[in-house]
């Protein structure tokens, strides 16, 4: 089963990268962003059948170690 | 005294500390992060470096490397860990330290002398030492501390707060905040103060010649004042 995961940051967190980004874009001439937040994204590959099963398990590995749930949100977006 | 420091893949200030701790007395074996057993130590230091590359988190992947189990049952025990630069980041990776260790607020690698507030004497790592500002190095891409305002109050509450950034008088204020920390914090202990984590590094600055002797006055005071 592959689970694709997006980790982001909180909201009352600094993000100075998507800010550059920000800038720069605006520098570029997309003047029209209200705001941009930089994430990251896993896709992983688990050798588990049971939908509910592996998310599960992803779940643990994003609180354990791919997030740090200090700043950053864990989201599930796709299991296939 | 018998100390610790434990060598990961990327350390590059692993044997700067170990010169450290030998220059000022302490019996100093570095540890490699495959091993499992901790020798016996009075004090335990995660050193500075890019541990892992700084994959995925700074010092994520470190904290869950075999040794530091080793290393967190010791700490939890009551022993002495003390981290350093990367080595507080793999800290709080670990839980072993509040908050957390963000990219510098103007995104750029700081790499200077920077002089610091000692918060409060009443401990021992910072006991004897007669100066309340000392002169340390900092080299960091991420070391703007945050936390959650519920755990800022809690640090606050336990007096868990071991260096600010000031200026050479002790004023803490914006204009001597390198990184964007939360409240100017350079280091902070856990609730028992028997962990320290800081950015600034002491072992950077024991040379009279070469650098300062601020961090030599830290040396003294941490072999003749740990338990």
């Known amino acids: 089963m592959k689970i694709s995961i997006i980790i982001t940051l909180k909201k009352d967190v600094l993000d100075p990268q998507g800010k550059i980004i920000h800038q720069t874009l605006d ?11 930089q994430g990251k994204y896993f896709e ?3 050798e588990e059948n049971d939908k509910k099963k592996a998310e599960e398990k992803v779940k643990d590995m994003c609180k354990k170690l791919l997030a740090n749930l200090v ?6 977006i796709e299991s296939q | 005294m018998n100390s610790s420091v434990i060598t990961f893949p990327g350390s590059n200030c692993d044997r700067d500390m170990d010169v450290a701790l ?8 570095k540890i ?5 057993d901790l020798p016996k130590s009075d004090l335990v230091v995660l050193p500075g470096g890019f541990s892992y590359g700084d994959y995925l988190r700074c010092g994520s992947m470190a904290s869950k490397s075999k040794i530091m189990q080793s290393v967190i049952n010791f700490a939890k025990s009551g022993g002495n860990v003390m981290g350093v630069c990367n080595g507080f980041q793999i800290l709080v990776e670990a839980g072993l330290l509040p908050g957390v260790l963000l990219r510098n607020k103007h995104l750029e690698f700081i790499c200077k002398n920077i002089f610091v507030k000692v918060n409060d004497k009443n401990n021992q790592y910072f006991k004897d030492i ?3 500002t000392l002169e340390l190095h900092i080299a960091h891409n991420e070391g703007n501390y945050f936390c959650s305002n519920d755990q800022i109050k809690k640090i606050n509450d336990n007096n868990q707060v071991a260096l600010y950034y000031s200026d050479k008088n002790g004023k803490i204020d ?7 920390s939360i409240k100017n914090i350079a280091g902070v202990f856990n609730k028992e103060k028997n962990i320290l984590g800081m950015m600034p590094h002491p072992e950077r600055m024991i040379d009279v010649s070469i650098s300062g002797e601020d961090g030599s006055i830290f040396f003294k005071n941490l072999i003749k004042n740990l338990k």
């Open chain 1, 44 to 46: 992983i590959d688990i």
């Open chain 1, 27 to 37: 520098g570029m001439g997309f003047n029209n962003i209200n705001e941009i937040r």
């Open chain 2, 130 to 132: 007669e100066k309340d």
């Open chain 2, 174 to 180: 914006e204009n001597n905040n390198p990184n964007g």
């Open chain 2, 22 to 29: 030998k220059k000022f007395g302490f019996k100093n074996k």
């Open chain 1, 71 to 76: 700043i950053e949100n864990y989201k599930i």
């Open chain 2, 32 to 36: 490699w992060h495959n091993d499992i």
